[in-house]
T-cell receptor, first 113, second 116 residues
Framework: KQEVTQIPAALSVPEGENLVLNCSFT??????LQWFRQDPGKGLTSLLL?????REQTSGRLNASLDKSSGRSTLYIAASQPGDSATYLC????????????FGTGTRLLVSP | GAVVSQHPSWVICKSGTSVKIECRSL??????MFWYRQFPKQSLMLMAT?????????EQGVEKDKFLINHASLTLSTLTVTSAHPEDSSFYIC????????????FGPGTRLLVL
């Protein structure tokens, strides 16, 4: 059974810092991996999607990497801003149960001015 | 990107009543919709997968008679929580699958349910 874990569970940084969020998964047989942002009481916004054949994806100040063989992904946020404060979720789509995303436990990020 | 809406955004009801939550794909057709439940400070847990015109597939431990799912059209799926109890209080999120080369899911804004 695929399990997805994120560390740290919570992170508080001052504005301007570069930071890394970690995601690990137990079964490396994945179709793709996706990073989401969730604001309090809101739904999910997709940030980056990495196919199993890819190593990384970039969007603005965000960079996500994928090391499928070791079961790890990282989300790098450059020059963090207070508006980046949210919960970040990673999710993997296994090859089996093709449609089902398996979500991680989330990292709650607080960027203080 | 594609837009998924949910209605209502929040609902408070008495124990024993039934609550219906709607999920709509506004600018695309969704052959598959997913219903998730999220408890405070926890991650999303998939409840069921529904395909248009067929019965929903429920995850292990989810009572199909309590959480009724209807996916009657390519743009609308509904989740009805029957005889709701306080332990059903949660944040319910739907998601619609877009068939593109990247297998993308778009998520609704969620519905907060509080059962008194």
């Amino acid at each position: 059974k695929q399990e997805v874990t994120q560390i740290p569970a919570a992170l508080s940084v001052p504005e301007g810092e570069n930071l890394v969020l970690n995601c690990s998964f137990t079964d490396s047989a994945i179709y793709n991996l996706q990073w989401f942002r969730q604001d309090p009481g809101k739904g999910l916004t997709s940030l980056l999607l990495i196919q199993s054949s890819q190593r990384e994806q970039t969007s603005g100040r965000l960079n996500a990497s994928l090391d499928k063989s070791s079961g790890r992904s990282t989300l790098y946020i450059a020059a963090s801003q207070p508006g980046d404060s949210a919960t970040y979720l990673c999710a993997v789509r296994p090859h089996t149960g093709f449609q089902k995303l398996v979500f991680g436990t989330g990292t709650r990020l607080l960027v203080s001015p | 990107g594609a837009v998924v809406s949910q209605h209502p955004s929040w609902v408070i009801c008495k124990s024993g009543t039934s609550v219906k939550i709607e999920c709509r794909s506004l600018d695309f057709q969704a052959t598959t919709m997913f219903w998730y439940r999220q408890f405070p400070k926890q991650s999303l847990m998939l409840m069921a997968t529904s395909n248009e015109g067929s019965k929903a597939t429920y995850e292990q431990g989810v009572e199909k008679d309590k959480f009724l799912i209807n996916h009657a059209s390519l743009t609308l799926s509904t989740l009805t929580v029957t005889s709701a109890h306080p332990e059903d209080s949660s944040f319910y999120i739907c998601s619609a699958r877009v068939l593109t080369g990247e297998e993308t899911q778009y998520f609704g804004p969620g519905t907060r349910l509080l059962v008194l």
